[in-house]
């Protein structure tokens, strides 16, 4: 599986944009995918992931503002971000695997496939 993210960008501190997260591969859709994010000097964390079935999961930072959601016939999910914050600045990454992928993991380098990043930059 291969995947690419994009849809990053510079974004003001109230402000929404989506991410988007193409997979190649056979059978993308039976996959668990998720975003992860990076900010400077620190590690990478968990933010919301989407099972096979369409159950979801959100880091407690970004819920009730951020949305993880999939398009089956377009092999493709999403992350739509609402009322960003100067703290939701960071690298995001989006990865998938054939486990469940849950918020709450002490690391996450048991996930088999990670895309290549997209910045995104929140200003005050």
């Known amino acids: 599986v291969q995947l690419q993210a994009s849809g990053g960008g510079l974004v003001q501190a109230g402000g929404s944009l989506r991410l988007s997260c193409v997979g190649s591969?056979?059978?993308?859709?039976?996959?668990?995918v998720g975003w992860f994010r990076q900010a400077p000097g620190k590690g990478r964390e968990f933010v919301a992931s989407i099972n096979w079935t369409g159950s979801t999961y959100y880091a407690d930072p970004v819920k009730g503002r951020f949305t993880i959601f999939r398009d089956h016939t377009k092999d493709t999910m999403y992350l739509q971000m609402n009322v960003l914050k100067p703290e939701d600045t960071a690298v995001y990454y989006c990865a998938a695997d054939e486990r469940e992928i849950r918020p709450y993991y002490t690391d996450y380098q048991w996930v088999n496939y990670w895309g290549q990043g997209t910045l995104v930059t929140v200003s005050s």
């Open positions: 591969g056979r059978g993308f859709s039976n996959y668990n």
